[in-house]
Nanobody, 116 residues
């Protein structure tokens, strides 16, 4: 089992920044990959960004150049730095961790609202 706890969501104006954090119970190197997904009202959950065990990163086209995923292995934490936020970025953001076996774990989600 693995527990993932997100933090850092909130209300921000368009053009602003937020930094999300996902704290894992135990070493993040147990996982094949970790990442962030989001789900807006009435829409399906979608991938935002992932970071693989070897450090390779992947981003949705809609966030490339604005969001950065990183990890702090000493603190078993993955971060998502979000800059130049837009109203379309409004969603519940979920942390995800994938085991080598293919099993996925999810956090409880954190709300991000971009509005003036």
């Amino acid at each position: 089992q693995a527990q993932l706890v997100e933090s850092g969501g909130g209300l921000v104006q368009p053009g602003g920044s937020l930094r999300l954090s996902c704290a894992a119970s135990g070493s993040i190197f147990r996982f094949n990959a970790m990442g962030w997904y989001r789900q807006a009202p009435g829409k399906q959950r979608e991938l935002v960004a992932t970071i693989a065990h070897g450090g390779n990163t992947n981003y949705a086209d809609s966030v490339k150049g604005r969001f950065t995923i990183s990890r702090d292995s000493a603190k078993n934490t993955v971060h998502l730095q979000m800059n130049s936020l837009k109203p379309d970025d409004t969603a519940v953001y979920y942390c995800n961790a994938e085991r080598w076996s293919g099993v996925h774990y999810w956090g409880q989600g954190t709300q991000v609202t971009v509005s003036s």
